[in-house]
C-alpha cells in the first residue's frame, strides 16, 4: 500500500468520524488556513491545586462569572479561600495550556464596564483599569467611584471607541450606564423589586480619570406598570447600554417571563420609559446579551436546570447547546464574547461510568453555529445559514482587538 493511499484512507476515516460525531461539517472545516472553523466544543479543567476544592474534591467553580468580549478573560466571583474572593481567569490561547489566575482588590459580585471592560467595578462603585488590574492584581488602586453601586449592579460603556479604530484618543470622555435594583435588608427579598439606573460621564486621560458628570439614580419603566407591574428579577443590562433582560415577578398581562426591553429616555432624564422588544416565553437564569452582528438584535445566552441556551431575536428562536462530554451540567451563567462564542463553567465527565471517570470541573468554550439544534432549523428550512460557523480568524481578530485596546501582550 502506498504512503499517499495509507493518507488518504487516514484522513477519509477521520472525515467519516467527525461527521458522526459532529454532524455535517461546514465547509470551512476543511480548510486549513485562519478561515478554518473552531472546534464545535471545547473544554478548559480547572487544576484543583489552583482554585482549591469544593466539597466533592473537584476543582471550585465561581458562583457568578463574567466573559470577556474577546473570551480571554473571566471574572470570577465567590473564588474560594484560596485564591480570594474576586479572580481575573485569564483562558489560554491554545487547548492544551493551563489557566491563569489574578488576584483582585474585589468584594464578591464585582463587575465589568461592558463593551470594553475598560474598567472594572466594586460593589462599591470603586472603578478600576482592567489593565491596573491585569499588572498589579490585588495592589491595585481605584480611579474614581460612581454610578450604581451593590451586588446586584451591572454597567456598559456607550462610548465609541472600541467598536471604531481602537486607537483609545487621549484625553476621552467615556459614557458608562449602571443598572441595579434598590439595595434591601431584607435577605429574602434581595434580587427581586423595581429597577434603577444611572449614567455618568468620565474624563480619562490615559492615567487618571474622574467623574464629571452624572444623572443620579434613576427608577425606570413607570409605564409598564399596568402590564408588568414594578418588581423585577434578574436583570442584566446590555453590552451597549441600550437594553435590559429580566424577569417580571407579578406581571399584570400574561405569566411571569424572560423579557428585553430597551432604554429610550435620553442619559440626564428624570424617568427612563421602557419599550417591550422581545420575550423569551420561560422563566430561566439571567439573560446575558451578546454584540449586535451587522446590525441585528443581539443574541441572548442563559442556563437553565444544567443546559446552557442562545436565544435568536431575528428569528424567535431558542437553542440549546451540544454536550460532547458526559453528565455535564453548567454552572452560574454564560458569556457571549463579540465573535459568538458561548462560554461558561461547567462540570463534566470524560466517560459515561462515573465509577471509573472522575467528574472535572472548568469552562466550556462552544459555537453556537455549530450545534445541532441550530443546524436543524436552518436545514428544516431549506436555507443556509447566515454564518455555519465561527472561524479561528474571527477569534484571533477579536483577542488581538481587546489586547491592543488595552495595551495587553498577546
Not at 493511499?5 to 486549513?32: C, E, H, M, T
Not at 474534591?57 to 474576586?86: C, H, M, W
Not at 470524560?350 to 469552562?363: H, I, L, N, R
Request: hydrophobic content about 40%; some cysteine.
Amino acid at each position: 500500500m502506498s504512503v499517499k493511499w495509507r493518507r488518504f484512507k487516514s484522513a477519509w476515516a477521520w472525515g467519516v468520524w467527525a461527521v458522526a460525531f459532529w454532524g455535517a461539517i461546514p465547509l470551512q472545516a476543511q480548510d486549513q488556513t485562519d478561515e478554518a472553523c473552531i472546534p464545535a466544543l471545547s473544554y478548559l479543567p480547572l487544576d484543583a491545586r489552583q482554585v482549591g476544592r469544593d466539597s466533592h474534591g473537584n476543582a471550585a467553580l465561581g458562583t457568578y462569572e463574567r466573559i470577556s468580549p474577546d473570551g480571554r478573560f473571566i471574572l470570577r466571583s465567590y473564588s474560594g479561600a484560596q485564591v480570594g474572593k474576586v479572580t481575573l481567569m485569564e483562558l489560554p490561547s491554545a487547548v492544551a495550556s493551563s489557566i491563569r489566575l489574578y488576584r483582585t482588590p474585589f468584594s464578591n459580585e464585582a463587575f465589568p464596564v461592558q463593551g470594553t471592560w475598560r474598567y472594572l467595578v466594586d460593589v462599591s462603585g470603586e472603578h478600576y483599569r482592567f489593565l491596573d488590574i491585569f499588572r498589579s492584581q490585588a495592589d491595585a488602586k481605584p480611579l474614581f467611584k460612581g454610578g450604581m453601586t451593590g451586588f446586584y449592579a451591572a454597567a456598559s460603556e456607550m462610548s465609541e471607541g472600541p467598536n471604531g479604530s481602537n486607537k483609545v484618543p487621549k484625553p476621552e470622555r467615556v459614557q458608562i450606564r449602571s443598572l441595579s435594583w434598590p439595595q434591601n435588608a431584607d435577605p429574602d427579598g434581595q434580587g427581586v423589586g423595581p429597577l434603577q439606573i444611572a449614567t455618568i460621564e468620565v474624563q480619562d486621560d490615559g492615567s487618571t480619570a474622574r467623574v464629571v458628570t452624572t444623572s443620579g439614580a434613576r427608577f425606570i419603566c413607570g409605564g409598564r406598570t399596568s402590564a408588568d407591574g414594578n418588581v423585577y428579577a434578574l436583570p442584566m443590562l446590555s453590552v451597549d447600554g441600550t437594553e435590559f433582560s429580566a424577569i417580571p415577578q407579578v406581571p399584570r398581562v400574561g405569566q411571569p417571563s424572560m423579557r428585553v426591553y430597551g432604554l429610550g429616555a435620553a442619559p440626564q432624564a428624570k424617568a427612563h420609559e421602557c419599550d417591550l422588544r422581545a420575550d423569551l416565553g420561560l422563566s430561566p437564569g439571567k439573560a446575558v446579551f451578546g454584540f449586535p452582528q451587522d446590525h441585528a438584535s443581539a443574541w441572548l445566552a442563559f442556563s437553565d436546570l444544567g443546559h446552557v441556551y442562545v436565544h435568536d431575536r431575528a428569528l424567535r428562536r431558542t437553542f440549546r447547546l451540544d454536550h460532547a462530554k458526559h453528565g455535564v451540567l453548567a454552572s452560574a451563567f454564560p458569556g457571549l464574547t463579540r465573535d459568538g462564542r458561548v462560554i461558561y463553567g461547567a462540570t463534566w465527565r470524560d466517560c459515561a461510568d462515573a465509577k471509573t471517570c472522575p467528574e472535572q470541573a472548568g469552562y466550556v468554550v462552544a459555537d453556537p453555529y455549530q450545534s445541532q439544534a441550530y443546524r436543524d432549523h436552518w436545514r428544516a428550512a431549506g436555507a443556509k445559514p447566515p454564518l455555519s460557523c465561527i472561524t479561528q480568524k474571527a477569534v484571533a481578530a477579536e483577542r488581538a482587538r481587546f489586547a491592543r485596546f488595552h495595551g495587553l501582550p498577546d
